[in-house]
């Protein structure tokens, strides 16, 4: 993608900058940036073209037409249709609206689904009993339970009864190990959204610096241990320099920390944490936050990122929205994990 754009806009910025201090020299002029001439023509081109917005919307399209080409090419050499089989718990209206999307988006791609409702009252061992029942049936290839689940459920106990070879959420914790020590697994698919966004986007990780603000076993963690790791390994990564963050990092220490990062994962759950005077000029910028805010104006619910998207778009190279960015990408790398876990079926 557009990756010349972050570099046109620096070489031109040399080129402006080199070119006005010749023209000082020339003109035996001191230069004093502060008292430079705003209207002068070598000012104009001082300022900074915006980041290039990644669209997760149109990443995840292109992946959808190569899951969808996949699974045309499996049932076409006889395999079984892949099924996608989610467990949905209670009533929260985001959940329903995720499970809705992966479902639809399997159905687009020549997928079956299958979604089966559970109300919050359900007990653990209900929980376990169908999750058992799923791992045995042939016709299902991959299996989920959305969470989060209610308090009185043991969310680890439920992520480790998925077959592993099922488990296209990557949460169990034999594909966590496996991710840990660089061997192929199942991605959890959020990592995998914001490995895919940085791979075809062309942002460089290879000895870079990358900060990962946040530090769930589910997101943050993951995605350190793909940006960090070696890309030679079975499982490759991206050789980078990575720092994590959480909450008990000073917001003095975060802001140091985010000025030197070539790339910025923002995963914290932190509405606008991440402002324009803390990140690098140029940096990529990639936020995992959802939180639903109240807007002072309209007084209606909007979602935002972790990012001040606005101000920080002005200083970036590289920036995903929210909404349209790593979300729709989280829901085609699911796609993508449940052909994956059709291929590796076994076909007795
Ligand atoms: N079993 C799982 N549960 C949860 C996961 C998960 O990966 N597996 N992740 C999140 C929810 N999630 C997928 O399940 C998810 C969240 C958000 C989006 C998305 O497309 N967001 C849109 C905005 C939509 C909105 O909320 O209005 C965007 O960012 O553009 C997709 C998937 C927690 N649970
Ligand atoms: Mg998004």
Redesign the pocket.
């Known amino acids: 993608m557009a990756a010349p754009t972050a570099l046109t806009v620096n070489y031109t910025r040399i080129q402006t900058l080199t070119s006005y201090f010749q023209h000082c020299r020339r003109s035996k002029r001191w230069i004093n940036l502060k008292t430079v001439n705003r209207r002068s023509p070598f000012c104009q081109s001082l300022k900074r073209h915006v980041a290039t917005v990644v669209s997760?919307?149109e990443l995840a399209r292109q992946i959808h037409k190569e899951v969808q080409s996949d699974i045309a090419k499996l049932v076409a050499q006889g395999n079984r249709r892949p099924h996608l089989s989610v467990i949905l718990v209670g009533d929260d209206h985001?959940?329903h609206?995720?499970?809705r999307?992966?479902t639809r988006t399997a159905s687009l791609l020549g997928m079956s689904s299958s979604t089966i409702f559970r109300p919050s009252s359900v007990s653990q061992e209900e929980m376990l009993e169908l999750i058992y029942k799923f791992n045995k049936d042939r016709s299902i290839s991959g299996l989920?339970?959305?969470?989060?689940l209610p308090a009185h459920i043991n969310e680890r106990a439920i992520c480790n009864a998925v077959a592993p070879e099922k488990d296209v959420?990557g949460?169990h914790i034999v594909n966590i190990g496996k991710l840990c020590l660089d061997q192929r697994c199942m991605v959890?698919?959020?990592a995998a959204a914001v490995w895919e966004i940085i791979r075809r986007t062309g942002i460089e990780t290879v000895g870079k610096n990358v900060l990962v603000v946040g530090r769930s076993k589910?997101v943050g963690m993951p995605i350190a241990m793909l940006l960090h790791s070696d890309r030679n390994h079975e499982r490759p990564g991206g050789d980078a320099t990575v720092i994590m963050a959480h909450r008990c990092t000073p917001l003095p220490r975060l802001k140091e920390l985010a000025s030197l990062a070539d790339v910025v994962i923002a995963a914290a759950g932190v509405p606008h944490l991440i402002t324009a005077d803390m990140v690098k000029e140029g940096a990529a910028i990639i936020d995992v936050g959802?939180n639903r805010m109240q807007d002072p104006v309209t007084g209606k619910l909007r979602?935002v990122g972790d990012v001040d998207f606005e101000a920080v778009k002005e200083k970036a190279g590289f920036i995903t929205p929210?909404?349209?960015?790593?979300?729709?990408m989280?829901?085609a790398m699911?796609m993508k994990n449940t052909v994956t876990a059709a291929k590796n079926a076994p076909t007795y």
């Open positions: 997760g919307t985001a959940s609206t995720y499970v999307n992966k989920l339970v959305q969470l989060p959420d949460f959890p698919a959020t589910n959802i979602l929210v909404p349209g960015g790593v979300g729709p989280t829901i699911v």
